[in-house]
């Protein structure tokens, strides 16, 4: 079986990814199980440098195809912040809570009609001695006033896609990798990775 690293050391994306590309035929594998795997910053302007970067340096390292994904969260009565520093809008070393608190914090009393915002994925399929290939997923939506659901990660419980009710940290991991932004990407490598 083939193998294929995720170059993330964040689990929860990791087990995103992995379950969006079951029954493909190939062993997923995360950079974490790599001793010595090294940590990429991700110091690019744009979703597309920084997935790329990731997928490189790994796939350097592992010699083996590297899927990388960077996401970012864009909201428009923030001028599209936090944009690609969505994982440290709260600081270097945060956690997922920490930047929901900001959120809510700085869109306080913003009305409805200006809560607009989409989240991005970008993912590299990058292979040894191959060209890079990059897909990309968006899907649009509101930032609530308070934060709802247990489930998922991330800015998940105060993101509302456009015309749903739920929250995603109120979908199911299913429900949500049919209609978020990581999911659609990741539909879009399946077909990548069965290709010859």
Known sequence: MRKLIIATQNRDKFQEMKEGLTGLGWEIIPAFEFPGAPEVEEDGKTLEENSLKKARVLSMFTDL??????????????GGQPGVYAARFAGENCTYQDNVTKILKVMKGVPQDRRKAFFKTVITFYQPNREAQQVAGDVQGFITEEARGQGGFGYDPVFLPTGLNKVFAEMSLEEKNRISHRGLAVQKVRQLLTQP
């Open 65 to 78: 195809p590297t899927l990388a994904d960077d996401t970012g969260l864009f909201v428009e009565a923030l």
